[in-house]
């Protein structure tokens, strides 16, 4: 069966019952890409390294309401809630990844600080259950949603005056039209085998929230302080190919993280952080 056929909620579903998918990598560091910036000594360090940049706007707004759109298994949030003392949230489409979650943090002691929500954030039902934020953030939870999603409007609803949006995630480098053949090949399917339908440039996303009133902070290039897997070296295409023709999930996935480290490798694919601001005199 093809990954398309799949809804993200159940890629998440089967990806977390996976064996092995609780150890060390997922428990105790992180759940997105590593990032060796300047500085970095150790791989540690380098998973930690987003969740250390987050923490800094934290610290920066005196964040009291903190809200991960996309929170996975939770890793992200145990690590800023063992830092400082705010009320977190969190909201994942999978039953089997909250329930994860919510063990998770039970071990840790930290079930007084986090709640973990099951819904999805395209919801404005759902996001409105999360008012008066001083900080949300979106790690590699964005490029699964739908082209034509626009979660600007809610967030900036959500967000407090003065709050900020963070957005860390894989974005093309330019518009979709301005790809060349191969890349737009790879993106075909990166968007089957990768789960990952909304991926769009930074551009874009910056223009979806300017227009939703928030002002652009940051906005900055990881891309270069990543360590791109030497899979990507087997053309994504053929992989993509026996991944359909044998209908196994594994492969697929494979399948996908071949696709987008050949695009990372060929530079029509970013790693960006992006962070936006709502305006202090907002009503």
Same mark, same amino acid.
């Given at each position: 069966?093809?990954?398309?056929?799949?809804?993200?909620?159940?890629?998440?579903?089967?990806?977390?019952?996976?064996?092995?998918?609780?150890?060390?990598?997922?428990?105790?560091?992180?759940?997105?890409?590593?990032?060796?910036?300047?500085?970095?000594?150790?791989?540690?360090?380098?998973?930690?390294?987003?969740?250390?940049?987050?923490?800094?706007?934290?610290?920066?707004?005196?964040?009291?309401?903190?809200?991960?759109?996309?929170?996975?298994?939770?890793?992200?949030?145990?690590?800023?809630?063992?830092?400082?003392?705010?009320?977190?949230?969190?909201?994942?489409?999978?039953?089997?990844?909250?329930?994860?979650?919510?063990?998770?943090?039970?071990?840790?002691? $930290?079930?007084? /600080?986090?709640?973990?929500?099951?819904?999805?954030?395209?919801?404005? /039902?759902?996001?409105?259950?999360?008012?008066?934020?001083?900080?949300?953030?979106?790690?590699?939870?964005?490029?699964? $949603?739908?082209?034509?999603?626009?979660?600007?409007?809610?967030?900036?609803? &959500?967000?407090?005056?003065?709050?900020?949006?963070?957005?860390?995630?894989?974005?093309?480098?330019?518009?979709?039209?301005?790809?060349?053949?191969?890349?737009?090949?790879?993106?075909?399917?990166?968007?089957?085998?990768?789960?990952?339908?909304?991926?769009?440039?930074?551009?874009?996303?910056?223009?979806?929230?300017?227009?939703?009133?928030?002002?652009?902070?940051?906005?900055?290039?990881?891309?270069?302080?990543?360590?791109?897997?030497?899979?990507?070296?087997?053309?994504?295409?053929?992989?993509? $190919?026996?991944?359909?023709?044998?209908?196994?999930?594994?492969?697929?996935?494979?399948?996908?993280?071949?696709?987008?480290? &050949?695009?990372?490798?060929?530079?029509?694919?970013?790693?960006?952080?992006?962070?936006?601001?709502?305006?202090?005199?907002?009503?």
């Amino acid at each position: 069966m093809s990954a398309r056929r799949h809804s993200i909620a159940d890629n998440f579903d089967r990806n977390t019952r996976r064996p092995g998918f609780s150890g060390i990598r997922a428990g105790r560091l992180s759940e997105h890409r590593a990032v060796w910036a300047p500085g970095v000594k150790n791989r540690t360090q380098a998973a930690l390294y987003i969740n250390k940049r987050i923490e800094e706007h934290a610290l920066a707004l005196d964040a009291g309401k903190i809200l991960d759109l996309g929170c996975g298994t939770s890793a992200t949030l145990i690590d800023l809630a063992k830092a400082r003392d705010a009320r977190y949230s969190g909201l994942t489409l999978s039953r089997t990844r909250k329930q994860a979650a919510d063990e998770r943090i039970l071990r840790q002691g $930290l079930q007084e /600080k986090i709640r973990i929500f099951e819904g999805d954030f395209r919801d404005p /039902k759902v996001f409105r259950l999360f008012p008066d934020h001083d900080l949300l953030y979106a790690v590699e939870s964005t490029s699964g $949603l739908p082209q034509e999603a626009d979660i600007a409007p809610l967030v900036a609803e &959500s967000l407090v005056p003065g709050g900020r949006m963070i957005l860390c995630d894989y974005m093309l480098k330019d518009g979709e039209k301005s790809l060349l053949p191969k890349d737009r090949s790879l993106l075909t399917a990166l968007r089957e085998y990768g789960y990952a339908p909304g991926i769009r440039s930074a551009r874009d996303w910056i223009g979806s929230f300017e227009d939703a009133g928030l002002e652009t902070i940051a906005a900055e290039d990881f891309t270069g302080w990543l360590r791109v897997s030497p899979f990507s070296s087997v053309t994504a295409g053929a992989v993509s $190919l026996f991944a359909g023709k044998i209908g196994m999930f594994r492969a697929e996935m494979l399948a996908g993280k071949i696709t987008l480290s &050949s695009m990372l490798r060929r530079g029509s694919m970013q790693y960006r952080f992006l962070v936006f601001q709502k305006s202090r005199e907002s009503a």
